[in-house]
C-alpha cells in the first residue's frame, strides 16, 4: 500500500505545473506533448520505448541469443525499440534513426546512447586521473568536449558519468570514478553533469548524461566486479549516495541501475533504491536505464525465478528502460494484459523517456545530430586534442622528487627510456574507449623526442604482455623473455638519468578487469630492480588505472610521476612535465596501498576504539608486518616548487548552528618555480550520536601561486558540510565541538577547533 502510495505521488508530481518562467513553460509544453503522443500509443508501442537494443558491433557484455540483426531490424519497424546504444557514426545512426522515424507507426526517434567514458575518439585521461587534477572547470570542460565529438558522431546520450565511490583498487572499475571520497566525487559528478549537458540539452554539440551505477557498485567484496555487496546504511548514506544525489542536482537526465546486490536485492529491482530515494525522496524526473542485461541477472542472483519475473520486478522497481535484457518487450506487454503489471507504471517510464528525448530536441528534428560536416570539423580537431593534452598535464601527480631530480635539464643530457609501455601508442588511451582508433596516443617516447637537446636512448627491456590486448580479452602477463634486459641496463649505464615507464597495460584496468595483486605486472619490478642496480638515478613513471602498491619503488627510486592511462596526449604531456614545461599540481583521489592486504584503505576511515599504542603491547588496532597508513595518501601530490602552510585561522570559537564557520589559512609559494596547489580542508566531529570519520574532506581551492607569493585561501563551513545522515537517512547537524584541518594532502595538516553551539 505505501508503495502504491508513493508511486502515485510520484506520477502526480511528474505532471504538476510550478512557477511560471521559461523552463517550466517548455516543460509543460513538453509534458503536454509527451501526453498526446503517449495517447495515441498502443500497449506495444509503449514497451518499445523502454527497449533498449545494442548496436551491431562493440558488444560490452554478453549478449543473449535472442538478439540477432534481423530481429532487431523487424522490432525497429514495428516502433518496439526506443534507443540503441553502441551504434556511432553519422551514416549508422542515420541509418537505424531513419527506420524509427520513417517506417514505424508513430515515427518516434531512438535516443542513442554509447559509453562516453573519457572522451569520444579523441580521449582524455581516465576518469580516475581527472579527478586527480582536482579541476572542476578543466573536468567540465573535458566533458564539453567529449560531448562535442560524441554529439557530432550522431550520439545522444553517455552513460556516463561514474559516480561509484570506492575504496577497493583491486576493483578494475576505479579507472572510472572519481576515487574513495564523497565530497570530491560529488563536485566531480556535478562538473561532469554540466559538461556534458551543457545549459541547453537541445543543442546538437550537447548530450544527456546518465548517472551510474545506482547504486553501492563501487562496494563488490573483495573488489572482484560484479560482486555481492554488503555495505552498512551509513556508508550507503555518506558515501555511496552523495555524489549521485548531487549529480541529480546538477540536472542529469538519466540514471542507470547497477549489477550487484543491496541487503540481499539486486539494484535493478529495487524499490528502495529506484522508487523510494531517487524518483521519490529526490523527486528525480528523468529515467532509469538498467545496466546491461540486469534484468535477465536477476534470475543467476536468484530474485526472481524467470525472465517474466525478473521483468515484473524490474518494472515495479521502477527500472524504465531495458538494456539488452530482451525482457521488458518479451514479457511486459503479457504481464500488463494478466493485470500483474499496471499500465500506470509503463505510462510513466514512457513518460520519463519521451520527455528526455523532447528535451535533446529529438522530435524536432531527429537527424539534429547527423551532420557529416560537424562530424569532420569537430571529431579529432586541433582544439580538442589541445584541450586533452591540457586535462592530461593537469592531471599528473608527482608522487616524489627526492633531490629534485626533475624537472629533467633540457640540454647535454643522456637520458636511457626504458619499458615496453615507453613507446606504446595503444595502452595510455585506456580502458573504455570504443570509440577511438587503435596506437593512435602519442608515447611517451614521441613525446621526449620533440626535446631535442639531450640524447635519448630507448630500450624496451621486455614484453608487457604476451596475448591479445582487447577490450574484450583477458590479459595474459606470463612473459619470460629476459632477452632484452641487457641492452636496457647497457643503456641505463650510459645515461646521466633513466626514465622508466611502468605499469598496467590500459586494459588492465576497466570492467571484468579486478586483481587480486597490486603490482606491477610481469618482469617490470625485476626489471626496475635489474636497472637500479648499474643506475639508481631513475624517474619512474607509472601508467595504470588504479592505486599500485610499489613499497620498494616509493622506497627505492628518487623521483616516481603517476602518468595514469592519459588518452590521446599522454605522451606529451609526460614529456612536457618531466622537462619542466608543466609544473605538476594533480592529488591522488584514491589511497595508495603499502600492499593489498591493506585494501580497502582509505583516509575517512573511523576510528577504532585503540587507534594508538597506549601500552606498548599487541592490543590496539595495527598490522604486525607493515605500518598501517598508506604508501600514499589520498590528496598526497607535490610540485616542482615547495609551499609553506599557515596554520588555519578561525573568526572565533563558538558558532550557533546555522552561522557560517570561516577558515582561513595562509599559503606561501617558497620555492624556485611557480606553480598551483589545490589546498585541502577537512574536518571531524568530535563526538556525534553516531561515530564520524577521523577525517573529512569538506573543502578544497586549486591555488596559482608565483614564486614567493602569498595568498590567504578562505573556506565557510554550513550545515551542509557539518552534519551527516544516520541510519535511516535522515540528515543531521549535531552541536559539539570539530576539529578542522587544512594542509597539502590529508596526511599533512594543521589544525584548528570550534564548538559549534
Ligand atoms: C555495462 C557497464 O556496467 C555499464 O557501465 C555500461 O554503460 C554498459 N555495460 C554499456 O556498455
Redesign the pocket.
Given at each position: 500500500m505505501k508503495q502504491t502510495l508513493l508511486i502515485l505521488a510520484v506520477l502526480a508530481g511528474t505532471t504538476v505545473g510550478r512557477a511560471q518562467n521559461k523552463k517550466t513553460m517548455d516543460k509543460n509544453t513538453i509534458g503536454q506533448k509527451v501526453e498526446n503522443l503517449l495517447s495515441k500509443m498502443t500497449l506495444e508501442e509503449k514497451v518499445g520505448q523502454m527497449n533498449q537494443y545494442n548496436g551491431f558491433w562493440d558488444v560490452?557484455?554478453p549478449s543473449p541469443k535472442e538478439g540477432n540483426a534481423a530481429l532487431k531490424y523487424e522490432h525497429l519497424r514495428k516502433g518496439w525499440v526506443g534507443s540503441m546504444?553502441?551504434v556511432r557514426g553519422v551514416k549508422e545512426v542515420k541509418a537505424v534513426q531513419k527506420i524509427a522515424v520513417e517506417e514505424s507507426r508513430l515515427g518516434i526517434p531512438l535516443i542513442i546512447g554509447f559509453?562516453v567514458i573519457h572522451g569520444y575518439k579523441t580521449l582524455s585521461p581516465i576518469p580516475l586521473a581527472e579527478a586527480a587534477s582536482w579541476d572542476m572547470e578543466a573536468i567540465q570542460n573535458s566533458a564539453k568536449v567529449a560531448a562535442s565529438e560524441a554529439a557530432a558522431s550522431g550520439i545522444n546520450w553517455t552513460?556516463g558519468p561514474?559516480v561509484d565511490i570506492s575504496r577497493d583498487a583491486r576493483w578494475g572499475r576505479v579507472m572510472e570514478g572519481a576515487g574513495e571520497d564523497p565530497f570530491l566525487g560529488s563536485k566531480v559528478a556535478e562538473a561532469r553533469v554540466k559538461g556534458f549537458q551543457g545549459n541547453d540539452l537541445a543543442s546538437p554539440l550537447t548530450i544527456a548524461a546518465c548517472a551510474?551505477?545506482f547504486a553501492a557498485y563501487g562496494f563488490a567484496e573483495a573488489g572482484r566486479d560484479y560482486n555481492t555487496v554488503d555495505i552498512s546504511n551509513a556508508t550507503l548514506y555518506n558515501t555511496v549516495l552523495p555524489p549521485f544525489k548531487t549529480a541529480k542536482e546538477a540536472g542529469v537526465r538519466t540514471f542507470?541501475n547497477s549489477?550487484n546486490i543491496l541487503n540481499g536485492v539486486p539494484a535493478t529491482g529495487s524499490s528502495f533504491l529506484q522508487r523510494e530515494i531517487l524518483k521519490g525522496k529526490w523527486g528525480f524526473d528523468g529515467f532509469i536505464i538498467t545496466?546491461?542485461a540486469s534484468i535477465r541477472e536477476m534470475v543467476a542472483h536468484g530474485f526472481a525465478k524467470d525472465g517474466a519475473e525478473a521483468a515484473e520486478k524490474a518494472v515495479e522497481a521502477g527500472a524504465d528502460m531495458d538494456?539488452e535484457s530482451h525482457l521488458y518487450i518479451a514479457e511486459l506487454v503479457k504481464l500488463v494484459k494478466e493485470g500483474k503489471v499496471s499500465e500506470k507504471l509503463i505510462d510513466d517510464a514512457v513518460r520519463r523517456i519521451l520527455r528526455v528525448k523532447h528535451e535533446l530536441g529529438l522530435f524536432d528534428n531527429p537527424y539534429k545530430y547527423c551532420d557529416e560536416k560537424r562530424e569532420k570539423e569537430i571529431i579529432g580537431s586541433k582544439a580538442n586534442n589541445d584541450a586533452v593534452l591540457d586535462m592530461a598535464k593537469k592531471s599528473i601527480v608527482l608522487l616524489k622528487n627526492e633531490g629534485n631530480l626533475l624537472p629533467l635539464k633540457k640540454n647535454g643530457q643522456k637520458i636511457a627510456l626504458i619499458g615496453a609501455l615507453a613507446a606504446d601508442k595503444n595502452s595510455p588511451l585506456g580502458s573504455w574507449r570504443i570509440a577511438s582508433d587503435d596506437n593512435t596516443a602519442v608515447s611517451v617516447l614521441e613525446g621526449m623526442q620533440q626535446y631535442k637537446g639531450n640524447t635519448l636512448v630507448y630500450e624496451k627491456g621486455a614484453d608487457l604482455t604476451t596475448g591479445k590486448t582487447t577490450f574484450l580479452d583477458e590479459l595474459v602477463f606470463n612473459t619470460t623473455d629476459r632477452s632484452g634486459f641487457e641492452a636496457a641496463k647497457s643503456a641505463a649505464k650510459n645515461a646521466d638519468v633513466v626514465v622508466m615507464v611502468l605499469g598496467e597495460h590500459g586494459f588492465q584496468s576497466g570492467?571484468g578487469r579486478s586483481r587480486t595483486n597490486l603490482d606491477l605486472p610481469g618482469l617490470q619490478q625485476e626489471l626496475l630492480e635489474e636497472v637500479y642496480k648499474v643506475n639508481p638515478n631513475i624517474v619512474l613513471v607509472l601508467n595504470n588505472g588504479r592505486p599500485l602498491a610499489l613499497p620498494w619503488a616509493a622506497e627505492n627510486i628518487p623521483a616516481i610521476v603517476e602518468a595514469w592511462h592519459l588518452g590521446t596526449q599522454a605522451g606529451n604531456a609526460v614529456a612536457q612535465v618531466l622537462y619542466g614545461d608543466y609544473n605538476p599540481s594533480g592529488k591522488l583521489p584514491m589511497s595508495f596501498p603499502r600492499n593489498v592486504g591493506q585494501v580497502p584503505i582509505y583516509y575517512n576511515q573511523h576510528s577504532t576504539g585503540r587507534p594508538v599504542n597506549s601500552d606498548n603491547n599487541v592490543f590496539w588496532s595495527h598490522y604486525m608486518d607493515v605500518e598501517k597508513t598508506p604508501l600514499f595518501a589520498f590528496g598526497h601530490g607535490l610540485s616542482y616548487t615547495t609551499f609553506k602552510y599557515g596554520e588555519p585561522k578561525l573568526g572565533k570559537k563558538v558558532y550557533a548552528k546555522g552561522e557560517p564557520v570561516k577558515i582561513a589559512v595562509n599559503v606561501t609559494n617558497t620555492g624556485n618555480y611557480d606553480g598551483k596547489e589545490v589546498v585541502q580542508l577537512y574536518i571531524r566531529d568530535i563526538a556525534a550520536s553516531l561515530s564520524r570519520p577521523v577525517k573529512e574532506l569538506k573543502g578544497f581551492e586549486l591555488v596559482s601561486l608565483k614564486k614567493g607569493e602569498t595568498k590567504t585561501v578562505t573556506f565557510t563551513l554550513t550545515d551542509k558540510e557539518l552534519g551527516f545522515y544516520n541510519n535511516e537517512g535522515e540528515y543531521l547537524v549535531e552541536p559539539g565541538i570539530f576539529k578542522v584541518f587544512t594542509g597539502t594532502s590529508s596526511d599533512n595538516v594543521q589544525e584548528a577547533e570550534f564548538e559549534l553551539k
Open positions: 560490452t557484455g546504444l553502441t559509453d552513460f561514474n551510474k551505477h542507470m549489477f545496466d546491461w538494456m570492467e
